[in-house]
């Protein structure tokens, strides 16, 4: 695996596809991981992410103004549930077991294993953030595991299962993202 940038003008294509997420930050050195299932594209290299108030981590956010938004593969179910589960609130240690790294540049931690991460500035809202728990970021930086995603592309059909994408749909039930398809619609397409 070589984790490489990935374009920021085509880093929205890493949340196109709808995966569930985790999202990290970190403020003074006091960090945290939690499960996100409520994120997505808000626009050109925009990030749209819903975080409840009891969430340690949307705490974090909002004392240091970034995020992480990871794009785990099937390999990581463990891990997701079990940031998803826990709070830092009532579990200080929760994230010391996990396989953190920093990116050059971003005093965030990521968990290894995933196909992409997203570091967010925070576009501050304070309105829409307290009454809908909705926070907007830019994208201001972007990595990918060249086995899933390179040149601004995915690719599933090329990688191993346990490196495809995780969708959840309700109920406790989650897909891995399926095989790809073309379909020839004419010039323009990339």
């Known amino acids: 695996m070589t984790i490489q940038p990935v374009q920021i003008e085509k880093a929205y294509?890493?949340?196109q596809i709808g995966p569930t997420t985790m999202i990290?930050?970190?403020?003074?050195?006091?960090?945290?991981?939690?499960?996100?299932?409520?994120?997505?594209?808000?626009?050109?290299n925009?990030?749209?992410?819903y975080l409840g108030t009891q969430s340690y981590t949307r705490q974090l956010i909002e004392?240091?103004?970034?995020?992480?938004?990871?794009?785990?593969?099937?390999?990581?179910?463990?891990?997701?549930l079990y940031v998803g589960e826990h709070s830092k609130s009532t579990m200080p240690d929760k994230i010391d077991s996990l396989p953190l790294f920093y990116q050059k540049?971003?005093?965030?931690?990521?968990?290894?294993?995933?196909a992409a991460w997203i570091v967010c500035k925070v576009l501050p809202?304070?309105?829409?953030?307290?009454?809908?728990?909705?926070?907007?970021a830019e994208m201001?930086?972007?990595?990918?595991?060249?086995?899933?995603?390179?040149?601004?592309?995915?690719?599933f059909d090329r990688a191993p299962a346990e490196l495809r994408t995780v969708h959840y749909v309700a109920g406790g039930q989650f897909y891995a993202i399926g095989d790809g398809?073309?379909?020839?619609?004419?010039?323009?397409?990339?």
């Open 105 to 114: 540049g971003y005093d965030i931690p990521m968990i290894e294993g995933s």
């Open 63 to 80: 004392k240091s103004g970034y995020f992480v938004v990871h794009v785990p593969t099937v390999q990581q179910m463990e891990t997701v």
């Open 140 to 155: 201001v930086a972007a990595w990918s595991d060249d086995r899933v995603f390179r040149n601004g592309h995915w690719e």
């Open 24 to 44: 990290s930050a970190q403020h003074e050195g006091d960090a945290d991981v939690m499960a996100a299932a409520w994120v997505g594209i808000g626009g050109p």
């Open 181 to 190: 398809f073309k379909f020839d619609h004419g010039p323009g397409q990339d």
């Open 13 to 15: 294509r890493l949340l």
């Open 46 to 49: 925009k990030v749209v992410a």
């Open 125 to 136: 809202n304070p309105k829409q953030e307290k009454e809908h728990d909705s926070f907007m």
